[in-house]
């Protein structure tokens, strides 16, 4: 028997005035694995995110944590949150503001331990208001694994990191993970949703549009990428109906094709000296773009201001 879903929005929908922030939008978090949302600007994403943290009510569907009311203070106490936009207290410190997040959960992490595990400890005794954007996300994220959260929401938690910390926060996720957390990721960073899901859920205007696993989702598109060095030149590749797109990386041809087959039974035939021949598969922001191309931006974006960068 399968057990049930940690959260979970069921045909939920949800009305600002005449915009349809969620129409009819399913999603749901199993044990165990973590699940990022992709969506365009104004796709939904901040909207569903709310609904199962109980910050706002559907008009209509369902909405469940740990099969209970999203407002439950039992549910609540077994999720960690972590918001893209946080306003904190400049005047305290970080050792501060994680050991009050720790006193509201039951079976917290220890405060020095989160602290080392993270590598904070040159920061834990400054000011808040002192720390700079990408030592603030380091807090936040401190504050949101202390409780020992079995469902842990982070939403753009590498934002103004550098890449060395944005390294050490993918560990942590997953360590996390192989201690049994559960994770939900809205991130903008498509490379960071690839290295890290298990199941991708791509929302555009208010809808699933796809889901699956990093593999399925990239399985919506066709084409491939074949890199190659030859002879051949740009004018006669490009005259080859199997080739769609076409430029030169680091001297190397870049073809992109539906067909990849046919252009390498090509290649061969016309060049015995072609080498160094690569094919690669479409990536997840190929994907996501393609499958989010044909719900391109409403007039209600439009309104809002979103544009199409991805978040």
């Not at 994680?98 to 834990?124: C, K, M």
Request: charged share 25%.
């Amino acid at each position: 028997m399968s057990q049930p879903s940690l959260a979970r929005l069921h045909e939920a929908h949800k009305h600002f005035g005449k915009i349809a922030a969620l129409d009819g939008f399913s999603f749901e978090v199993n044990r165990g694995e973590l699940v990022s949302l992709l969506g365009r600007n104004g796709a939904g994403k901040s909207t569903a995110i709310s609904l199962l943290l109980g910050l706002q009510r559907p008009d209509r569907g369902a909405v469940s944590l740990f099969g209970e009311e999203p407002q439950s203070i039992d549910a609540r106490r077994r999720i960690g949150v972590m918001m893209q936009e946080t306003n904190l207290p400049a005047v305290m410190r970080p050792r501060e503001l994680i050991a009050q997040v720790a006193s509201y959960y039951p079976f917290p992490y220890d405060v020095s331990a989160v602290i080392e595990r993270l590598s904070l400890q040159e920061l834990a005794d400054r000011p808040y208001g002192k720390l700079s954007g990408g030592q603030k996300r380091q807090v936040q994220f401190a504050m949101a694994i202390v409780g020992r959260p079995e469902l842990l929401f982070l939403d753009e938690p590498t934002v103004g990191l550098d890449t060395h910390a944005r390294g050490a926060l993918w560990r942590v996720v997953r360590e996390l993970l192989h201690e049994g957390c559960s994770i939900v990721l809205t991130t903008h960073y498509i490379e960071e949703a690839e290295a890290l899901a298990n199941r991708v859920s791509v929302i555009s205007h208010g809808r699933l549009v796809a889901h699956g696993t990093v593999d399925e989702i990239r399985a919506h598109v066709s084409r491939k990428n074949i890199l190659c060095r030859t002879s051949l030149g740009a004018g006669e590749l490009k005259s080859w109906p199997e080739v769609l797109q076409l430029s030169v990386e680091s001297g190397r041809q870049h073809i992109v094709t539906q067909d990849a087959e046919a252009v390498l039974r090509r290649l061969l035939a016309a060049d015995a000296e072609v080498r160094d021949i690569e094919v690669q598969r479409a990536g997840l922001g190929e994907a996501f773009t393609e499958i989010t191309s044909s719900n391109a931006a409403s007039p209600d974006d439009a309104a809002t201001g979103n544009s199409g960068r991805v978040q």
